[in-house]
């Protein structure tokens, strides 16, 4: 018997009874229980389409096809009748004729499932012979660097084409042609590289007949499980390795951050860990020059070095693309062996504001919410953030949300991807973040759709924070914004009609001189709604890089120890004191750029600088080139010789993410293993034994670590959101802090009861908008605004090292409007020379109206012309994050 009201129910498959999902299909019922029926075009990802004919089965006496047809209670299913043999036959026959021309034999071998499906049924070649054979032959097309199509072995499946729209949710290819000619493409004629494909490689990975497949495979003899290395998504890859070298990369199904998807740089851009301009050796600066060196001769000057400038003289930047236990050491280095707080990375110029705005207002400063849940959003609102582009699989998860029927509001200066998929796109002005916010709040609370019951009970400072919103009537929001009030208010609607929302920004909110001000409006509207602590709702700044949220929690930063617990709380002091022994400074040290103003300014002599390369990331580059030129002692631990590696007097040759053991912490919350796939390259050395050894030099205890695993056994002990994270216990799957004990489970989504704050509730903050630093005037009379490509990470030391990568995206191109373009008479191809009060650039124009009128867009991936010599380093008062999203410009056609 079969209870209605469970969600099981029992079927006979073959004659034997069986317990399957009551939401199953029959087809998804038979695998479940190891009984096969042939199939192509069905994905467990992919909505059931029934396109190849394979799987038919008799269900309760006649055929149907099993992938679309979900089971019924006592329902009775034949894989195995004459019926279902001879219909399956019969398909399979005519997919082999135009697959494989007639023949049993597949060039793509084991990589072909209709070729296991022709055995498993019994084809053979007599009854071939008797059909029609196609006599067309097709070119491959070959034009994307990664993947290659061939046409003759497609059977139309369709699975690539449901692929890229239902997953990826580009629809870059479709059935192109007609009757015997119909193929797969994206325009009759035109190639795969002039599609709008993403290079994502998705759709190969699920072509039953290799019609699709990767360009250039290698198979590697064994795979290593580890964490990709790129951006803050932190997607599980295996590593495939074949001959001491990277060969490959796929994505592991069983991680809940990625399910096994991947990006064009998560699947391709393993390249550069093979590349031969590695850093191989030390090097030593000698009359002027970089020459190679000893480990015993580098080391040995290096700790020589810092042991004249410790204290207030001395600093590191540590990095988040380093684990977390080679972070938790560069602090600990900093603190307990040259005695400052002078320790700072990468964070400070993009999400710094995310950790000074959310800790105000919720207790702590990371993504309150896991990724997967925002695929179950009824909302999303995607402020500031170019999701599909700089976090790809998290904007999987976008599209998720709208397949289910979620509402999605974008907010960008720019027209993005993803906003031809919004319900709502809100073209403001760059800098403009506060009053589109402040006035979405004022409709919300004007119009009743405020949750009064979650601000009784869980907030505090509401009164003052509905007083200030007096100052964002509609005509205010609209001059300052550029959007007419109407739009705002049906945003304002939309956000707090459709709940669970989930907000989800990046550092279109965060790189402003206000940048705490626009994360504290995000944390507002999300207490205003009651949209936080509970699932696919909350306040989500997306980490630009693989473990820039671990380099946080383990203390680079200037102000606070591992766990965020404050530098100048003396119990903290104490805490940290008894357990490195050795007495500690209270005072904050310096942040990133006052740490290259020290320099200029005469106070910092000697700087660590361990995986950055401020001579292209920081903004007003020039100061930052000018400052590592004058520093006494410059020491560039990293992989390769990067721009800032030629201002060192020492170059310490660096392991990658492959080279070595640790973890990363995903943008999620999410701690997660890094895995040694192959030996470091030459002479280069993890940055864990690098550190290590240059402690030792310098006569510290408490650096004796043989494994990475003891380094995480230090850290949880002094971290309490680490407390119950082990590699035994992320073995498998990542656990997401906090996790303060050995049998906590790790926590889906924050401030579900309480917010860690003094008083244990939310806290709204009343907000003044500020204009940006630099607005437009008659000498610079446009505006400048940054972006990443999809294409390259941060200042593309790793991915110009990837050749398809460079192939996509192979220069700075600047994002012009047509009405300026026009003005400049400018056209698409020509170059442009780009000047602000800093510096100037030569690139490429690219005239679309992605950007608005008055707005131009550039990267910053390219050294050739580098933007950051044009941004302005003025800063958030609060964050110290310079306004890398917003200055004045001039733009002047070359020649």
């Known amino acids: ?105 597949c060039d793509e071998g084991e990589a072909c499932e209709l070729q296991k499906i022709a055995r498993f049924v019994g084809i053979d070649e007599a009854r071939l012979r008797r059909l029609r054979h196609p006599d067309r032959n097709l070119a491959a097309d070959t034009s994307n660097p990664f993947l290659e199509f061939d046409p003759n072995i497609c059977v139309l499946c369709g699975i690539c084409v449901r692929t890229c729209d239902e997953i990826v949710g580009v629809a870059a290819i479709d059935f192109v042609q007609r009757g015997v000619y119909t193929t797969i493409g994206s325009a009759p004629g035109e190639q795969w590289i002039d599609s709008d494909c993403v290079s994502c490689g998705e759709c190969v990975v699920r072509c039953p007949t290799g019609s699709l497949s990767l360009t250039d495979v290698e198979v590697p003899e064994r795979e290593v499980k580890t964490t990709c290395t790129y951006c803050g998504c932190g997607c599980g890859i295996h590593l495939g390795v074949a001959g001491g070298r990277i060969v490959s990369a796929r994505g592991v199904r069983e991680n809940p951050s990625n399910e096994g998807r991947l990006c064009v740089k998560g699947r391709f851009g393993f390249e550069f860990v093979n590349a031969p301009d590695r850093l191989k050796t030390p090097l030593i600066r000698r009359g ?70 959310l800790v105000q207002s919720f207790g702590s400063g990371a993504m309150t919410n896991s990724s997967q849940e925002i695929g179950d959003a009824r909302c999303v609102f995607a402020i500031g953030t170019n999701t599909t582009a700089a976090h790809p699989i998290i904007g999987l998860q976008v599209m998720r949300s709208i397949r289910q029927g979620g509402k999605l509001i974008v907010a960008n200066p720019r027209r993005i991807e993803l906003a031809q998929h919004a319900d709502l796109f809100i073209q403001h002005r760059a800098g403009s973040d506060v009053a589109l916010l402040m006035g979405m709040m004022r409709v919300i609370l004007d119009e009743g759709l405020h949750d009064p019951q979650f601000i009784a009970l869980r907030c505090e400072n509401f009164e003052a924070f509905r007083e200030s919103l007096a100052r964002y009537d509609d005509a205010t929001v609209e001059e300052k914004t550029g959007v007419p009030f109407a739009r705002i208010a049906a945003a304002a609607r939309m956000y707090a009609e459709n709940s669970p929302a989930s907000i989800l920004y990046a ?21 205003l709604t009651g949209n936080v602590g509970r699932p696919s709702s909350g306040v989500n700044p997306l980490r630009g890089q693989s473990n820039v949220q671990g380099a946080c929690d383990m203390g680079a930063l200037p102000n606070v120890y591992p766990g965020y617990q404050k530098v100048d709380r003396p119990e903290v002091k104490a805490k940290f004191e008894a357990a490195w022994g050795v007495e500690l400074d209270d005072a904050p040290g310096l942040t990133h750029l006052e740490i290259l103003s020290g320099v200029t300014g005469g106070r910092i002599k000697a700087i660590y600088l361990v995986g950055e390369n401020p001579a292209l990331s920081e903004a007003d580059a020039t100061h930052a080139q000018e400052a590592m030129d004058q520093v006494d002692f410059l020491v560039v631990q990293d992989i390769f010789l990067t721009e800032s590696a030629r201002y060192a007097d020492v170059v310490l040759p660096a392991a990658t993410f492959a080279e070595k053991e640790g973890t990363f912490t995903n ?54 959101s680490y407390g119950g994270i082990t590699y035994e216990r992320i073995e498998e799957t990542g656990l997401q802090w906090p996790c303060p004990g050995a049998d906590h489970p790790g926590t889906r989504y924050l401030h579900g009861e309480r917010f860690p704050t003094r008083s244990g509730r939310g806290r709204f903050f009343p907000l003044t908008y500020r204009p940006p630093d630099e607005e437009p005037d008659d000498e610079f009379p446009l505006v400048l605004t940054t972006e990443r490509s999809l294409y390259h990470y941060h200042t593309s030391t790793m991915t110009r090292r990837v050749p398809g990568l460079e192939l996509l995206r192979s220069e700075e191109l600047v994002e012009i409007h047509p009405q300026d373009a026009a003005a400049l008479r400018v056209a698409t191809g020509d170059e442009v020379r780009v000047t602000t009060r800093r510096g100037e650039v030569v690139a490429r124009a690219l005239v679309t109206e992605v950007s608005p009128p008055g707005t131009i867009c550039m990267t910053f991936h390219f050294h050739e012309a580098p933007t950051n010599v044009l941004t302005n380093a003025a800063y958030d008062p609060v964050a110290k994050i310079p306004e890398t999203k917003v200055c004045a410009v001039r733009v002047e056609p070359v020649g």
């Not at 299909?25 to 396109?51: Q, S, W």
């Not at 550092?507 to 207490?527: E, F, Y």
């Not at 990475?708 to 056994?713: I, K, L």
């Open 507 to 527: 550092m279109g909110i965060t790189q402003h001189t206000h940048g705490t001000d626009n994360v504290l409006a995000t944390s507002n509207l999300a207490l």
């Open 288 to 357: 002027g020059v970089l020459e190679e060196a000893t480990w015993d001769e580098a080391l040995d000057l290096v700790a020589e070095k810092f042991s004249v400038h410790r204290g207030a003289s001395f600093a590191a930047i540590a990095s988040a693309k380093l684990t977390n236990e080679e972070n938790y050491l560069i602090q600990k280095l900093a603190r307990a062996v040259q005695g400052t707080n002078t320790v700072d990375h990468c964070a400070r110029l993009c999400h710094s504001p995310s950790v000074a705005g």
């Open 667 to 720: 943008t999620e919350r999410r701690v997660q293993r890094v895995r040694k796939a192959i030996e470091p390259v030459g002479g280069a050395r993890t940055d864990l034994w690098i550190t290590c050894e240059i402690a030792k030099r310098l006569g510290a205890a408490g650096f004796d670590f043989e494994t990475a695993a003891e380094v995480m056994d230090e850290i949880r002990a002094l971290t309490p």
């Open 1 to 105: 018997m079969t209870d209605i009201m469970t969600s099981k129910v029992q079927v006979s498959i073959d004659g034997r009874t069986v317990e399957v999902d009551r939401s199953a299909t029959v087809l998804a019922a038979a695998l479940e229980n190891d009984v096969f029926i042939p199939h192509l075009c069905h994905d467990p990802d992919l909505i059931p389409a029934g396109v190849c004919r394979l799987c038919f089965v008799e269900l309760d006496g006649r055929l149907v096809t099993s992938c679309n047809t979900p089971v019924t209670a006592g329902a009775t299913i034949r894989t195995d009748t004459a019926a279902v043999k001879e219909t399956v036959r019969g398909a399979v026959e005519l997919l082999l004729v135009n697959h494989h021309r007639g023949s049993l034999d």
